[in-house]
Nanobody, 119 residues
Framework: QVQLVESGGGLVQPGGSLRLSCAAS????????MGWYRQAPGKQRELVAA???????NYGDSVKGRVTISRDNAKNTVYLQMNSVKPEDTAVYYC?????????????WGKGTLVTVSS
């Protein structure tokens, strides 16, 4: 059984920084793309950042220049470094991974971690 477990959320002041982590565990053969999405109250889930198995990255327009996504393939872990956070970054952040098990490839999601930006 595959699990994605996020950590690192919490309360942060505007202009501050935080780092989110997401570790994938279970009977995983290989992981293709990994990414972070977020959903604020009353809004649709949106892409924050994504990273391919080869390290190519893609960022949402609202966070470009303020966040960096990275991954440690040996640890099946993806990270999101957020800097200069704004109140509008407040949301539940979800980890996503496209990975392959003995049953084939599919997308998996974590349960989410809440980030609140407030003074």
């Amino acid at each position: 059984q595959v699990q994605l477990v996020e950590s690192g959320g919490g309360l942060v002041q505007p202009g501050g920084s935080l780092r989110l982590s997401c570790a994938a565990s279970g009977s995983i053969f290989t992981i293709d793309g990994m990414g972070w999405y977020r959903q604020a109250p009353g809004k649709q889930r949106e892409l924050v950042a994504a990273i391919s198995s080869g390290g190519d990255t893609n960022y949402g327009d609202s966070v470009k220049g303020r966040v960096t996504i990275s991954r440690d393939n040996a640890k099946n872990t993806v990270y999101l470094q957020m800097n200069s956070v704004k109140p509008e970054d407040t949301a539940v952040y979800y980890c996503n991974a496209n990975l392959f098990t003995g049953d084939g490839g599919m997308d998996y999601w974590g349960k989410g971690t809440l980030v609140t930006v407030s003074s």
